[in-house]
Structure formats: structure tokens, C-alpha cells
């Protein structure tokens, strides 16, 4: 029997039960022929030997002779119609028949799958080219329609091509029956849905997983990590969860570009997943976060390797798209059963230990902690004290004096921020990095700016020969843009001539030479204003950055005075040498220096013995209120 497909001719090609009528129908005609004839033939010579109820049969086989050929004519009708439409559709036919298992599909369903004519036989050949997977399922919806329970057979499913790739396909059909509701026949077709479903596969994807490092988003991470306890807590497993947070990220996004950003958290996902045991599945959370989930683990030190582990691979330099970069990461770990019984509480704890971990400097990994907590919950007080200590008039500029090392004149004097918040003294050691974190920094260093310069005017007017005033400048002010913009107006509304005003700016600045802040920088120095590197020798104290700069102060931080005398040095000879250094080097940059921290006679003297220019410290003074400090070191105009 040849199946209707577009290369057939369609009036030629048979409906599926035309088969079977046609077969009937040549019978009965045959029969009705030869009776009618014999009828007739036995009238025609008058032998009326033949039996009359033999005419009346022939005569009525005639007519329906008549009305099955006129049958045919309509089922010939049906067939071109039913022909015309499978070749004006684009899929592919078949044809089953439940009880002897024959299989007829049509060429189009041979082309989808890339198979030659007549490769299939019976069912068997086509469940064995059926998806493993999909198999079981297809069965049953066969099964299914074969009993009547649904009005319609429709299945998606994968089958093997010729060239051995799975396709997809949509199967629609519908049975016919016999008068007791027996399958007799199957037929239907089959439609090409590879591409549909590839769609839909990667929409899935996406929704799923980020798309910078193609890690399973945060999404998935809720979806998946109740079912990663529920296991463990089935199999009375331990399982991990570490909160990944790459140290300095959003200073390498904005001093080199978000472009060299996106290039480094690719690397880190990468070396994240290569570093984890096969067990393990790493989430981007978001930004420059990472969650790894490490199920069946045995302890805490399990984990504890995989963060080492991780920590390592993160270090390892990255060399992308031609860059060198280099990262570090803080890992914060918590374990189920001990530190949570769910994601929510096991995230935060993670998240907690990252956070102690970040405040021991980071680059190391940590594990959760009750007293972690408590940590927590003072630094959540403390962030909404800061918030508000600027409208609750909490914060105060105190002035420390700067004094030449050879004439004890006092010329310059560092303002130093200062919050006093219910009675306490909190050190801006404590509230700046919180500041910085939270943004907060903008605020407050224009607060900083704004007071600082009105002072200075303010001893402009009242006081002889004034001395010239060093604000500080968190890195993170300069983010914004419009900084040196913003100062110079400051100054101008003020009067203050730029002369009188330093800013004190540290090395970490300067992560990228030609970022943004050397540009504010120069174009501050151009204006007149002076800049002093401070805490010099505790960053990158990098001479080429040095050069670059437009600075014309050192400031030697604190740390490297303390050791120069006093009964804690064990070497003090060593120290001399390394401020010996700083100061020649700096002179040789025509850079004057400021010592910080000088306590006692003996660190003058040798302060004095080593050419520094300038002191400030505990010897002469510490920070004063400004009424203080002008009533001590002023002297009226
Ligand atoms: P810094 O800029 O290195 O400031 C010098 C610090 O040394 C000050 O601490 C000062 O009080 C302290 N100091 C001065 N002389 C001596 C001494 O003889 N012995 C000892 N042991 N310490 C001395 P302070 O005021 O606690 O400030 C700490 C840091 O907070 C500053 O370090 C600075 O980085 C930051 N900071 C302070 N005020 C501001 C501000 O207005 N803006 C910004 N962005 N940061 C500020
Ligand atoms: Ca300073
Ligand atoms: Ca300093």
C-alpha cells in the first residue's frame, strides 16, 4: 500500500481505510456481475430452470452494484481531499495497526529522521529508535488513547536520526474502532519540533543561570539547596555552605572598567568550579558573591579544604584578553546541621562569617560563629547610628598641629573627624571603613569638606598668619566624578585661597595611574592646592606611582616613627634606616615630609638627625576642637 506524501500523485494515493472498502466492494461487485449475468442470460433463453429467487438476488446485487460504485466515486473524492492535505502540511504521516504491529510512516517523517524508504517495519523498530529516556512515557500515552481514555493521542518525544542525534517530535493521531470500541487502526501525524523545544531549553537557561559566568543563578540556588538539606538531613549528612566575596572588587570595576570586571568574575567562576569536588555546585549570588553548596561533606575541616582550596585557585594570577589581574577572596562558611536546618538561616550565617573574615582583612576564610552574631548586631547599630549622626550634629572636626622639625613653627594642621554618638567616643577607625562601605563616605567627606573650609576662612579673618589645613579624602570620594569640582566652589564661596588647604589622599587611589582621581587630582594641584600621600609605606609605596603623582608631601605613617626610640623597639637601627630612606628618596622627588605619631624628644631627634620637614603627634599635641586649637597655636590677626 503506498502511503499519500507531496512526491506522490495524489488521486492515486489511498485514505487509510480505503484499503479495505475497496477490497469489499470489488467483491461484492464480482458477485452481483456474475448473477446479474446469469439471471439474465437464463431469461434472455427462456430456461427457467434457473430458481427465481436467483434473479431476484442478481437484480438486487445490481443496484447495489450502482450504489457502491457510486461509494467509490465518493471515497475517491475523500481520498484526493485527505491526499491534498498531507501534501499542503509539512509533516510527517504514519499509519499503525495495533494487532499486527505494522508500521507505515510517510516519506516526510523518513526525511525528518533521515532514514531511506521503508526502513521501518513494526513497532518494535521505532520504540528501539525512541529516546530511552522518553520511552516509558510514550508507551503509556499509546496505551492510553488504545483504551479510549483520551479522545486524542498527543506525545513529544525524542528519536534517534539517522545520523544518530535525537529530534523531537510532536505525535498527534486518533484510533479507529469497531463497533465494540476495539482499536482496529492508528494513524496520524508527526511534526519536526526540535527547534521549538532547543527554545525553549535555552529560555529555561537563561531564567536559570546567570548569563555573564553560566553559573546557576541565585534562583536556582533556593530551588535546589532545600532539596540538597532535606537529602542530608534524610542521610543524617553534614553539608556545607560557603559564601564566596572577592576582596577590592568594586575598585578594580571602577578603576580599570566594568569590561576588565566582567573578564575577571568569568576567570573566578571558572576557578571557582575547578577548584570544587564533583559533589559540589557553585551559584553566582550576584555582583562579585559566589555560593558553593558541598554536600556530603564528613566535618568542618572538609569544607574547610574546598575553601582553601578555592581561596587558592582565586589568588592564582588570571592572564585574560592580554591583562594581568589579580584578585584575592574571603570565604564565610556555615554547616548544616550545626549553624542552620534551612537556607535562609544557613546563607546569612555564611554570609556572617564571610563579614568577620572581611574584617580581619580578608583573603581567608572563616567559619560561622555565635558570638559572630552579636558581632553583627553591633555593626548593624553602628550603621544606622552613622546614618544619622550627621543631622543629630554628632560629628566634630578636631585639628592636630603640624610642626617644622627645625624651627618648631606650627604650619600646617590635620583635621581629624571625630564622632561622639550616646555619650560615647566611637574612633574613626572604627566608623570611616563602615563609612566606605556603605557609601556613606560621600556625606560624610562633604561634610568634612564643608566644615574644614569653612573653618579655614574663618581663621582667615581672625587669625595671623593661618596655618594651612590637611582634610583627608577616602578613595571612594573620587568615584563619583565632580569632586575637584565641588571643592574648588567650596573654596570660592568661601574665599579661602587653594594655597591653604591640603588634601590627604592615600595610595590606594591610585589602583589604576590614569583612572579618574589623578586627573582630580592634577587638576586640584593646578588650582594651587596642595596633596600629601599619607600613611606612606604601608600600601603599594610603589615609585613609579610616585612619580606620576602630584603630590608634594609625604606623610611616613606612624608605624615606622613608633620603632625609631622607646623601650619596645627591638631594632631600632633597622627602622632608622627605612625612614633614613623614605625621607632621601622623597627629598630626591623634591617631596617635603611629614612624620606622624612622633610621642617622644627621642623621635624628634632623630627625626631632626634624618632631614624630615615636618611632625605631628602626641609629643606637641594631639587633635583639639578648633576653639582649643586656635586659643593654643594662634595667635590673633
Ligand atoms: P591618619 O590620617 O593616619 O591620621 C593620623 C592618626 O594618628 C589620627 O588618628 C591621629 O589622631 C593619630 N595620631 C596623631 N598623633 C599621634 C601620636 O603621637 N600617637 C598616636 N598613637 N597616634 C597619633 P585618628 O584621628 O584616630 O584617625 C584615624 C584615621 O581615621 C586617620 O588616620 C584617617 O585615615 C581616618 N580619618 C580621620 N579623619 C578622617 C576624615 O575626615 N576623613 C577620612 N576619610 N578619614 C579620616
Ligand atoms: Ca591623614
Ligand atoms: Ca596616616
Redesign the pocket.
Known amino acids: 500500500m503506498k502511503f499519500p506524501d507531496d512526491q506522490d500523485e495524489p488521486a492515486a494515493a489511498p485514505a487509510p481505510t480505503f484499503g479495505r472498502h475497496c477490497r469489499l466492494l470489488l467483491l461484492l461487485t464480482s458477485t452481483s456481475l456474475a448473477l446479474t449475468l446469469a439471471g439474465a442470460l437464463a431469461f434472455i433463453s427462456k430456461d427457467s430452470d434457473l430458481p427465481p429467487y436467483m434473479l431476484l438476488t442478481g437484480a438486487g446485487l445490481g443496484l447495489a452494484l450502482v450504489s457502491c460504485t457510486w461509494e467509490i466515486a465518493r471515497l475517491r473524492r475523500i481520498t484526493r481531499a485527505h491526499a491534498l492535505a498531507m501534501v499542503g502540511t509539512n509533516d510527517g504521516m504514519w499509519e499503525w495497526d495495533p494487532i499486527s504491529k505494522e508500521l507505515k510512516v510517510g516519506k516526510r517523517l523518513l526525511n525528518i529522521l533521515g532514514y531511506a524508504d521503508n526502513f521501518l517495519g513494526n513497532t518494535g523498530q521505532w520504540i528501539e529508535l525512541v529516546h530511552p529516556d522518553d520511552r516509558a512515557g510514550y508507551n503509556e500515552a499509546v496505551a492510553t488513547h488504545l483504551k479510549g481514555l483520551t479522545p486524542h493521542f498527543y506525545h513529544e518525544y525524542r528519536v534517534r536520526a539517522e545520523d544518530g542525534a535525537y529530534r523531537w517530535l510532536a505525535a498527534r493521531g486518533v484510533a479507529q474502532r469497531n463497533g465494540r470500541g476495539v482499536a482496529r487502526l492508528m494513524a496520524g501525524s508527526i511534526t519536526d519540533i526540535t527547534e521549538r523545544r532547543a527554545d525553549e531549553a535555552r529560555i529555561r537557561y537563561l531564567a536559570h543561570h546567570d548569563a555573564l559566568t553560566g553559573l546557576p543563578n541565585r534562583g536556582q540556588l533556593m530551588e535546589q539547596a532545600p532539596r540538597l538539606i532535606a537529602r542530608a538531613a534524610g542521610r543524617g549528612d553534614m553539608l556545607g555552605v560557603l559564601f564566596v566575596d572577592l576582596d577590592r572588587f568594586k575598585t578594580i570595576n571602577d578603576a580599570m572598567g566594568h569590561s576588565v570586571g566582567d573578564i575577571l568574575l568569568k576567570g573566578v567562576a571558572r576557578r571557582i568550579s575547578e577548584a570544587l569536588r564533583p559533589l559540589d555546585q557553585v551559584y553566582r549570588q550576584g555582583g562579585d558573591e559566589f555560593i558553593a553548596v558541598l554536600p556530603e561533606i564528613r566535618g568542618a575541616s572538609d569544607a574547610g579544604h574546598v575553601a582553601e582550596r578555592i581561596l587558592e585557585a582565586i589568588t592564582r594570577p588570571m592572564r585574560e584578553a592580554g591583562l594581568e589581574l589579580h584578585t584575592t577572596a574571603t570565604i564565610g562558611i556555615a554547616l548544616f546541621p550545626a549553624d542552620g536546618g534551612d537556607t535562609e538561616t544557613l546563607l546569612r550565617n555564611a554570609d556572617t562569617a564571610m563579614y568577620a573574615a572581611k574584617a580581619r582583612g580578608g583573603a581567608n576564610c572563616h567559619f560561622f560563629s555565635e558570638q559572630m552574631n552579636e558581632r553583627l548586631q553591633r555593626r548593624v547599630s553602628l550603621e544606622a547610628a552613622l546614618r544619622n549622626a550627621i543631622a543629630a550634629g554628632e560629628l566634630e572636626?578636631?585639628y592636630?598641629p603640624q610642626v617644622s622639625v627645625s624651627d618648631g613653627r606650627v604650619v600646617g594642621v590635620?583635621?581629624?573627624?571625630?564622632w561622639h554618638h550616646d555619650g560615647c567616643f566611637i574612633?574613626?577607625?572604627h566608623f570611616?571603613p563602615v563609612a566606605e562601605e556603605t557609601g556613606m563616605?560621600h556625606a560624610?567627606?562633604d561634610w568634612?569638606l564643608d566644615t574644614a573650609i569653612a573653618q579655614a576662612a574663618c581663621w582667615h579673618a581672625e587669625y595671623a598668619l593661618p596655618p594651612r589645613i590637611a582634610?583627608?579624602?577616602?578613595p571612594r570620594?573620587f568615584w563619583h566624578g565632580g569632586l575637584a569640582q565641588g571643592i574648588l566652589q567650596r573654596l570660592h564661596n568661601h574665599k579661602v585661597p587653594p594655597e591653604s588647604i591640603e588634601l590627604?589622599v592615600?595610595e590606594s587611589v591610585l589602583i589604576q595611574p590614569e583612572g579618574p582621581a589623578i586627573g582630580e587630582l592634577r587638576a586640584l594641584r593646578q588650582h594651587g592646592l596642595h596633596l600629601a600621600l599619607?600613611?606612606f609605606g604601608t600600601g603599594y609605596s610603589s615609585l613609579s606611582y610616585l612619580r606620576n603623582l602630584p603630590v608634594n608631601r609625604l606623610?611616613i605613617?606612624?608605624s615606622f616613627i613608633f620603632p625609631l626610640a622607646g623601650s619596645h623597639t627591638e631594632n631600632p637601627e633597622d627602622a632608622a634606616a627605612i625612614v633614613r630612606a623614605i625621607i632621601a628618596m622623597a627629598h630626591s622627588l623634591s617631596l617635603s615630609v611629614v612624620a606622624?605619631?612622633?610621642?617622644t624628644t627621642e623621635h624628634l631627634h632623630a627625626l631632626r638627625h634624618m632631614g624630615c620637614d615636618l611632625y605631628?603627634?602626641?609629643?606637641l599635641s594631639?587633635?583639639l576642637p578648633a576653639r582649643q586649637f586656635a586659643e593654643t597655636f594662634l595667635r590673633p590677626a
Open positions: 572636626l578636631h592636630q590635620e583635621a581629624l573627624l571625630r574612633p574613626p577607625d570611616i563616605i560624610i567627606g568634612v582634610i583627608n579624602l577616602s570620594q590627604e592615600t599619607d600613611d606623610k605613617d606612624k606622624e605619631g612622633v610621642e605631628q603627634g602626641y609629643l594631639p587633635a
